[in-house]
Nanobody
Framework: QVQLVESGGGLVQPGGSLRLSCAAS????????MGWYRQAPGKQRELVAA???????NYLDSVKGRFTISRDNAKNTIYLQMNSLKPEDTAVYYC???????????????WGQGTQVTVSS
């Protein structure tokens, strides 16, 4: 199995910045894509940024130019640098990893516990 541990959320004023981290640990799961979703109260979960299976990046239109996803393969960690934050970015942010179980060969998705980001003055 793989465990995803997120950190870096918090309260920030509009226009401020935060950096989220997601560290993957464990074995028996071959990761081929990772990224970030978010879910605001009363709204559906939406994909914010991700590394695809080909290694390219995708971003939600509303965060393009403000958010940057990056990774440190040596640390099995991905990051989400969030700049120029807006109140509408307020949500719980979830890290996910898509991959293959080495025990069963089945594809699957693993989720982090979520970290709250609140943008408010």
């Amino acid at each position: 199995q793989v465990q995803l541990v997120e950190s870096g959320g918090g309260l920030v004023q509009p226009g401020g910045s935060l950096r989220l981290s997601c560290a993957a640990s464990g074995s028996l799961f071959s990761i081929n894509a990772m990224g970030w979703y978010r879910q605001a109260p009363g709204k559906q979960r939406e994909l914010v940024a991700a590394f695809t299976t080909s290694g390219s990046t995708n971003y939600l239109d509303s965060v393009k130019g403000r958010f940057t996803i990056s990774r440190d393969n040596a640390k099995n960690t991905i990051y989400l640098q969030m700049n120029s934050l807006k109140p509408e970015d307020t949500a719980v942010y979830y890290c996910y990893a898509h991959g293959i179980s080495l025990a069963t060969g089945d594809p699957g998705v693993r989720w982090g516990q979520g970290t709250q980001v609140t943008v408010s003055s």
